[in-house]
Nanobody, 114 residues
């Protein structure tokens, strides 16, 4: 299983970005998909998650602003980020969990300017 995140970039505060994470391999529809981020000088933190049954959950810091979704036909998970704040800056990585195995992809950089 391989994961490839994309869609990062530079955006002004209040703007929006949509991240994508394409997953190769089988059983995508059974995977729990998560987004994490790591800000400069800080530990990686959970952002949002989505089960195979489409139950979503969010960190309190992004709830109401970010939306996670998936397209099982494309084996892709998305993170729609609205009302971005400078504190949302960081490297965003996607994570897949299938049974007891975890997979990580390389991250994509999101920079929010004030």
């Amino acid at each position: 299983v391989q994961l490839q995140a994309s869609g990062g970039g530079l955006v002004q505060a209040g703007g929006s970005l949509r991240l994508s994470c394409a997953v190769s391999g089988s059983n995508f529809n059974m995977m729990i998909m998560n987004w994490f981020r790591q800000a400069p000088g800080k530990q990686r933190e959970f952002v949002a998650g989505l089960t195979g049954g489409s139950s979503d959950y969010y960190a309190s810091t992004v709830k109401g602003r970010f939306t996670i979704s998936r397209d099982n036909a494309k084996s892709t998970v998305y993170l729609q980020m609205d009302s971005l704040k400078p504190e949302d800056t960081g490297i965003y990585s996607c994570n897949a969990r299938l049974y007891r195995t975890e997979y990580w992809g390389k991250g994509t950089l999101v920079t929010v300017s004030s």
